[in-house]
């Protein structure tokens, strides 16, 4: 059989959404500011949207990160899996 040549799911480089859900904990966007930018140096406040859960719990922060490789998301997204305050990273 033939394998097709498959087609890259991302074409980098490119600008990347990436939603991060974590304690509400107050400096929560501080933390994942400062473990993006170890990535992507020009990545600042202004590339969050954030939004609280209703009950107050949890906080949702969506990134939108400018990537130049998968090696450079796949680091990004250990890096925010990794910290104490965070759930989930999408």
């Known amino acids: 059989m033939d ?4 087609e890259p799911l991302i074409n980098f480089p490119c600008h990347f959404s990436i939603k991060v859900i974590g304690n509400a904990v ?4 501080e933390i994942v500011l400062k473990s993006i930018t170890k ?27 400018f990537v130049l490789s998968q090696k450079q998301l796949d680091k990004i997204y250990i890096e925010l899996s990794g910290l104490k305050e965070t759930k989930f990273v999408l």
Do not use: H, Q, W
Not at 26 to 29: G, K, L, P, Q, T
Not at 44 to 54: F, H, L, Q, V
């Open 3 to 6: 394998d097709p040549i498959k």
């Open 39 to 65: 990535y992507d140096a020009r990545f600042d406040n202004s590339c969050i949207e954030m939004k609280g859960s209703s009950a107050g719990k949890y906080i949702s922060l969506t990134c939108k990160v």
């Open 26 to 29: 107050e400096d929560f966007s």
